[in-house]
Structures are given as C-alpha cells and as structure tokens.
C-alpha cells in the first residue's frame, strides 16, 4: 500500500486545527464571561493575571466576550503559521526588535504551550513531511556501498550522518561529514608505526589534505589503492569549499557523498 503524502499533511491540519494550544482556554474564558461566572477564573488563574482581566470585563463586558472569542479564532487560524516561525526563531538569529513584536495571541498560545510544546511538535512533523519525498528522490541517486574490510565505529557514524544531511538537503553539512568519514577511514588504514609518524609530523592535527598527501608520497608503504586518491581528494575539495567558501549545492553535496563511498570502497 503506498504512502499518501498529502493524507498525512491532511490528517496533521486536522489534528492541529481541534487542539491548537490556548483555543480551549480562550472559549472557556468568553464562554464564563457570557454566562456570568467569569469570578471563577480567580480559582485559576494568578492574581495580578485575574485583576487585569476583570478590569477589562467589568469596562466592557461584550467587547471583552468578543475579544477572547477572537483570540480563540486567532489561534485556530495562525496555529500552523506561528509553529513555523516558533521553530524558525530556534534555528536563526532573532533581532532583538522583533523578539517584542508579537500578537497578544501568540504570546498567549506560547504561555499555555509552556508545557506541552505542541507549538514545535506541529512544526518539526509538517517539516519532515514536506522532507520525505525530495528525501527519496535524493535517496535513489545512491547506491550500497560495500567494501571488503569493515570500517571503525565512528566511520560509520560519520557515513550515516554524511547520507542522512544529504537526504535532509543539509548541502554543506554532507561535505563537511563526507571530509571526515574518509578522514576516519584512511587513519585507521594506516600502518601504525607510518600513523605515528603523520602524527608527529602534524602535531597531533593533521588534516584530510595531509593525510592524502603523504599517502601519495608513501603509497608502497601504505598498500592504499592509487585510484583512491582521485575520488578522496574531490570529497577533501568539496569539504573545504564547504568549510571555507560558502553553501555548497545539491548537486555538489551529491557528488561529494558519491566520491566518498567510492573512496571507501578503494580503500577498505
């Protein structure tokens, strides 16, 4: 049975359109209003909380039953809206101008959420759905990577953070774990007594370049594939483009995981 995509953004709208946060307690509140038992709300509410809204009540009782129904529709409304720009003020930098800035029904919908965090569940799900199919068209450009030797522990964590960023469409971030799986991978292919020595010579730091650099001078002693050289050096290229130059493409992120994998399969 395949998946339905737009099933699962439709299935998620209606879920967050019946519970957006602060809905319910904004209804409650113009509802007690309405019937005359707003005093109920001192049982729950703080006090300087209670006294404001009850100035506002007994000022203007309609234009206070209207304002919170308001809200409640507010918050219905922008729910989905506000759940991305609360997940995007956690990735960007926030200007302290526009951290003042919002609606009072956001502010609100923030406050009962404190909890609950439905604010940035709602966001991160509509995301990755919006991620799965650019995620399996990106996935079917790769193929198994075997190799005939197994690889070090965190070679493989490396790998799979390098695959899932590029999956995700994390360009950069792809080089940047695609630079040092293949870093991992050659250190561990090393001759101990030749590490030791790359090690000294570098200070502990050497670098991709280095390392690719004195395996070209060694390669008898090593035992490493020449042809492996070709491939690793596009990935340590495209890795301090990556680093040093600016936001690689799709593209570029693509033939860099690419070159790694051909470079681990030379190599192990």
Not at 9 to 15: I, K, S
Not at 87 to 106: D, G, I, M, N, V
Not at 212 to 241: C, M, W
Request: with cysteine.
């Amino acid at each position: 049975m395949p998946i339905n995509i737009r099933h699962l953004e439709n299935e998620l709208l209606r879920m967050t359109a019946e519970d957006a946060p602060g809905r319910e307690f904004c209804h409650a509140v113009a509802e007690l209003a309405r019937t005359n038992r707003f005093a109920e709300l001192e049982r729950v509410l703080p006090e300087a909380a209670y006294k404001e809204m009850a100035a506002h009540y007994l000022r203007d009782p309609e234009g206070f039953i209207t304002g919170w129904r308001n809200l409640a529709q507010e918050m219905h409304q922008g729910f989905i809206q506000h759940a991305r720009h609360r997940l995007t003020h956690l990735t960007r930098l926030l200007p302290a101008s526009e951290s003042s800035q919002a609606p009072t029904w956001q502010e609100i919908q923030r406050a009962l959420d404190t909890h609950e965090n439905d604010l940035l569940r709602a966001a991160i799900a509509f995301e990755l759905i919006g991620l799965i199919e650019p995620a399996v068209a990106r996935a079917t450009h790769l193929r198994e990577c075997v190799v005939a030797l197994p690889a070090s522990e965190e070679a493989d964590c490396y790998l799979d953070e390098a695959t899932r960023c590029y999956f995700l469409g994390l360009s950069t971030a792809c080089a940047v774990m695609c630079r040092s799986v293949v870093e991992e991978a050659v250190k561990q292919k090393l001759p101990p007594e030749f590490a030791k020595l790359i090690d000294r010579r570098y200070r502990g730091t050497p670098t991709l370049g280095n390392l690719l650099h004195e395996v070209n001078n060694n390669l008898q002693l090593t035992g490493i594939n020449p042809a492996f050289l070709r491939p690793a050096n596009r990935v340590n290229d495209a890795g301090r483009k990556a680093v040093h130059q600016g936001l690689l493409s799709e593209d570029e992120a693509r033939q860099c995981l690419q070159d790694a994998r051909r470079a681990l399969e030379l190599l192990l």
